[in-house]
C-alpha cells in the first residue's frame, strides 16, 4: 500500500537554527514527490517536484533533496516568514493521485 | 498570475441545507481535483476530472455529495443535506498533463464550511 509518512510532527527552531524535516514514502514505481507549503488559512502552495533518486532542487533558504525511500527539505538559516505547515506527497507510476503526509509544522521564533 | 479561484470562501449554515463550492480552475489545465481538508484527516480526495469527465468520485459520500463540471471555466461541489461532519475546508486544485500522466496540482484558497 502507498504511504507516506512525514516528520516530526511539528519542529521549533531559533531564527537562524537549520534543521531538516523528513518525509518517507512507500510507493509501487515513483512518478514524482511534491512539497507544498500551507500557512494558515490558505491552500497548499507549490514548492518542488522531484522524479528520481539523487535529484536536488532549492528554492531561497529551501533545499528538497530525494532517495529511494525518503525525502528531506533541508531550510538554511530560516526566518519567521518560513513559518508553515510543509506537505510532502507522492505519485506512484499507476495512479494520478497524490499521497499525501500529515505535514510538518515548522514555527521559526525570532 | 494564473490561480484557481473559489466561491465562497466561507460559509456558515445549518444542518440540512444545501451548500454549493464553486471553482474555476487555471485556464489551460486538463485536470481538477476536488479535496476536504480537517485536522483529524488532513488531506482527503474527494473527486477527480480530467477533461471535464469525472474519473473518480470514490472518495465522496454518495447519498449526499455530488460534483460536476458544466465547462472548463467551472467546477461545483454540492452537498445537499448538509450535516454537522461536513464542516471542514474544501480545496479545489488544478493542473496539467503530460504524457498521460499528472503534473503539478495547483490548488486554489478554499472553501471553509461550518455546518450547525
Known amino acids: 500500500e502507498d504511504q507516506v509518512t512525514q516528520s516530526p510532527e511539528a519542529l521549533r527552531l531559533q531564527e537562524g537554527e537549520s534543521s531538516s524535516l523528513n518525509c518517507s514514502y512507500t510507493?509501487?514505481?515513483?512518478?514524482?514527490l511534491f512539497w507544498y507549503r500551507q500557512d494558515p488559512g490558505k491552500g497548499p502552495e507549490f514548492l518542488f517536484t522531484?522524479?528520481?533518486?539523487?535529484e536536488e532542487k532549492e528554492k531561497e533558504r529551501l533545499k528538497a533533496t530525494l532517495t529511494k525511500k525518503e525525502s528531506f527539505l533541508h531550510i538554511t538559516a530560516p526566518k519567521p516568514e518560513d513559518s508553515a505547515t510543509y506537505l510532502c506527497?507522492?505519485?506512484?507510476?499507476?495512479?494520478?493521485?497524490?499521497?499525501w503526509g500529515a505535514g510538518t509544522k515548522l514555527i521559526i521564533k525570532p | 498570475d494564473a490561480r484557481v479561484t473559489q466561491t465562497p470562501r466561507h460559509k456558515v449554515t445549518e444542518m440540512g441545507q444545501e451548500v454549493t463550492m464553486r471553482c474555476q480552475p487555471i485556464?489551460?489545465?486538463?485536470?481538477v481535483f476536488w479535496y476536504r481538508q480537517t485536522m483529524m484527516q488532513g488531506l482527503e480526495l474527494l473527486a477527480y476530472?480530467?477533461?471535464?469527465?469525472?474519473?473518480?468520485d470514490s472518495g465522496m459520500p454518495k447519498d449526499r455529495f455530488s460534483a460536476e463540471m458544466p465547462d472548463a471555466t467551472l467546477a461545483t461541489l454540492k452537498i445537499q443535506p448538509s450535516e454537522p461532519r461536513d464542516s471542514a475546508v474544501y480545496f479545489c486544485?488544478?493542473?496539467?498533463?503530460?504524457?498521460?500522466?499528472?503534473?503539478?496540482?495547483?490548488f486554489g484558497p478554499g472553501t471553509r464550511l461550518l455546518v450547525l
Open positions: 506527497a507522492v505519485q506512484g507510476i499507476r495512479n494520478y493521485q497524490l499521497i
Open positions: 510507493v509501487s514505481g515513483l512518478r514524482g
Open positions: 522531484l522524479y528520481s533518486a539523487g
Open positions: 485556464l489551460g489545465h486538463n485536470t
Open positions: 476530472f480530467r477533461n471535464r469527465a469525472p474519473l473518480d
Open positions: 486544485a488544478s493542473g496539467p498533463t503530460s504524457g498521460g500522466f499528472q503534473e503539478t496540482q495547483y
